[in-house]
């Protein structure tokens, strides 16, 4: 089992930075590819990126890609998105999540993630 706590939200003017952390629990957390997702009020939860146990290959939806960095230290059971350049649609709830990784397909499929953090929020002003 594992258990996800985000931190690092919070409010930011468009073109700011905020650098979001996901701490895990559990002694296998190497062995889930992680993922960030996010909602916007009234809107469907979204994938925006996810990264492999290792580290190695990482994975972003268009609406992120260039802008964000995903990392993970599997020593210390963190997970870090980086976003730069941050729009006013950046504005949602951040979730990260963990899916057991058995194949070396990324996935961006909500389904497919069984465990989620409770989420933190982002508020970006323009």
């Known amino acids: 089992q594992v258990q996800l706590a985000e931190s690092g939200g919070g409010s930011v003017q468009a073109g700011g930075s905020l650098r979001l952390f996901c701490a895990a629990s559990?002694?296998?957390?190497?062995?889930?590819?992680m993922g960030w997702f996010r909602q916007a009020p009234g809107k469907e939860r979204e994938f925006a990126a996810v990264?492999?146990?290792?580290?190695?290959?990482?994975y972003y939806s268009d609406s992120v890609k260039g802008r964000a960095t995903i990392s993970r230290d599997n020593a210390k059971n963190t997970v870090t998105l980086q976003m730069n350049s941050m729009k006013p649609e950046d504005t949602a709830v951040y979730y990260c999540?963990?899916?057991w990784g058995s194949g070396n397909v990324l996935t961006a499929a909500t389904s497919e993630y069984y465990y989620w953090g409770q989420g933190t929020q982002v508020t970006v002003s323009s």
């Open positions: 999540a963990a899916h």
């Open positions: 990264i492999s146990r290792s580290g190695a290959r990482t």
């Open positions: 559990g002694r296998t957390f190497s062995s889930y590819d």
